[in-house]
């Protein structure tokens, strides 16, 4: 009931805030813009000129792609560097995109005309610049939970190598190949979820003790692992479910016209905001019952 309840209100509390998801669609769109303008012109500029189209097609082979790397090293670093760049940037926005969502949930929870009239701009960047580095050194101790997830992957290897007999049981492979994949899937995603609790716990109590939110943090979701992966996997579904419906709408549309083409970018920036709305609904409805089964923990004590 716990999980259902937490979802309806995380779609709620999602769908009623356009302002955060339209800042979501345009941060993503400046860190989009910028990284398609620099990287597309810098290979332009710097390395289609010196592509043999005609050669590649003939001879696609490794001493031509190796000749190509040699001749165009130089660019393909800046590219690479600027790329790396830009990911590290997105990653410490992140960060501050966290704090924002996270206060603004936080302030919409509070009782009285006092949390209404704060204006939503200043309370995410309130949130942004006051959470900031609590989150990041939260990122800095998921290191161990990546380092978990590494030695489980050690530990498979072996395992999958016995039952496909060295790799010679080419269907056992496929089947283990998969299998991996789901595992992988699910720890990356358990990893998400402990992090997402952690940040909530974080903005609630406003704890500076990173360490302490860390640990209660996997605390929680191993106490209540039915309920969390329950909720997680409901909103991980939803999400998904509009952005396969909206990539089947777009795929629809022939962009052979203006007004298609039109059409087809609207779809697509569509998709982005839904993947926002998306972020939100994961926040919403995990601190609903982050916050839920707080309080029944201390009803029972």
Excluded: C
């Excluded at 509070?110 to 009239?117: N, T, Y």
């Excluded at 995603?189 to 974080?202: E, N, P, V």
């Excluded at 779809?267 to 926002?276: A, D, E, L, N, S």
Aim: charged fraction near 15%.
């Amino acid at each position: 009931m716990k999980v259902f309840k937490s979802y309806i209100i995380g779609i709620k509390e999602a769908t009623k805030r356009p302002k955060m998801i339209l800042l979501l669609w345009a941060i993503n769109f400046l860190f989009a813009s910028v990284i398609y303008f620099l990287i597309s012109g810098l290979f332009n500029s710097a390395v289609a000129p010196h592509i043999d189209v005609d050669q590649l097609m003939k001879e696609l082979d490794f001493s031509v792609i190796l000749d190509f790397i040699l001749a165009n090293g130089g660019a393909l670093s800046t590219i690479i560097s600027i790329g790396l760049i830009l990911i590290f940037m997105y990653f410490l926005a992140s960060h501050l995109i966290y704090g924002g969502i996270l206060n603004t949930f936080r302030s919409g929870r509070k009782s009285g005309e006092a949390g209404k009239k704060l204006r939503f701009m200043a309370v995410f960047w309130e949130g942004a610049g006051k959470f900031f580095f609590r989150f990041l050194i939260l990122s800095v101790l998921s290191i161990l939970l990546w380092l978990g997830f590494l030695f489980i992957n050690l530990i498979l290897k072996p395992i999958g190598s016995l039952l496909t007999n060295s790799g010679a049981n080419e269907q056992m492979l496929v089947y283990v190949f998969i299998g991996r994949v789901i595992v992988a899937l699910f720890f990356i995603f358990l990893i998400k979820m402990i992090l997402d609790y952690a940040r909530i716990q974080i903005v609630l109590e406003d704890n500076r003790n990173v360490l302490f939110s860390f640990f209660q943090a996997i605390g929680f979701v191993f106490r209540r692992l039915g309920k969390t992966l329950a909720l997680f996997y409901l909103i991980l579904f939803t999400g998904a479910l509009f952005f396969v419906i909206l990539l089947f709408l777009k795929s629809l549309i022939a962009a052979t016209t203006l007004g298609a083409v039109i059409i087809a970018f609207i779809i697509g920036q569509v998709i982005i905001m839904i993947r926002g709305w998306t972020s939100l609904f994961f926040q919403s409805g995990q601190m609903e019952l982050y916050s839920a089964g707080i309080k029944s923990q201390v009803n029972e004590e």
